[in-house]
C-alpha cells in the first residue's frame, strides 16, 4: 500500500522560509518521480517541483526558480520542498504526489499523470 504523508506547513510572513516533507512508504523508489503540486482556492491543481528518486534530476515551476529547492534523503524515503522568499501568491495547500515512469520518460507537469497523493498541507504567507 502507497502513502505519502507531508508535513510542515504553516503561517509565515512575506520573505520569510518554510520547509516542507513528504515521507513516502510502498514505493519502488528508484521507478519514481516524487513531485510538489499546489492548490490555491479556485484555482487549478499545479506544478511547483519535482525529483527523480533515481539520478536526482530537478524540475522546476518558473514561477518558484530560485526560490525553491527540492531534494530527497533516500535513507528516510523522504522528499523535501525548501521554500525560501515566499509571497503572498505562494499560498496554497502543497500536496506530495508519485509518479511511476521510464528512466527515459520525461518528467510530467500533468496533476493527471501522478499515480498516488498526499492528504495536503497548507502553507499561508501573510503581506
Known amino acids: 500500500q502507497v502513502e505519502l504523508v507531508e508535513s510542515g506547513g504553516g503561517l509565515v510572513q512575506a520573505g520569510g522560509s518554510l520547509r516542507l516533507s513528504c515521507t513516502a512508504s510502498?514505493?519502488?523508489?528508484?521507478?519514481?518521480?516524487l513531485g510538489w503540486f499546489r492548490q490555491a482556492p479556485g484555482r487549478e491543481r499545479e506544478f511547483v517541483a519535482a525529483?527523480?528518486?533515481?539520478?536526482?534530476?530537478?524540475y522546476y515551476a518558473d514561477s518558484v526558480k530560485g526560490r525553491f529547492t527540492i531534494s530527497r534523503d533516500g535513507a528516510k524515503n523522504t522528499v523535501y520542498l525548501q521554500m525560501n522568499s515566499l509571497k503572498p501568491e505562494d499560498t496554497a495547500v502543497y500536496y506530495c504526489?508519485?509518479?511511476?515512469?521510464?528512466?527515459?520518460?520525461?518528467?510530467?507537469?500533468?496533476?493527471?499523470?501522478?499515480?498516488?497523493w498526499g492528504q495536503g498541507t497548507q502553507v499561508t504567507v501573510s503581506s
Open positions: 525529483v527523480r528518486w533515481s539520478g536526482g534530476g530537478t
Open positions: 504526489a508519485a509518479d511511476h515512469v521510464l528512466p527515459v520518460e520525461a518528467v510530467s507537469h500533468l496533476p493527471n499523470d501522478y499515480d498516488y
Open positions: 510502498g514505493l519502488f523508489f528508484s521507478s519514481y518521480v
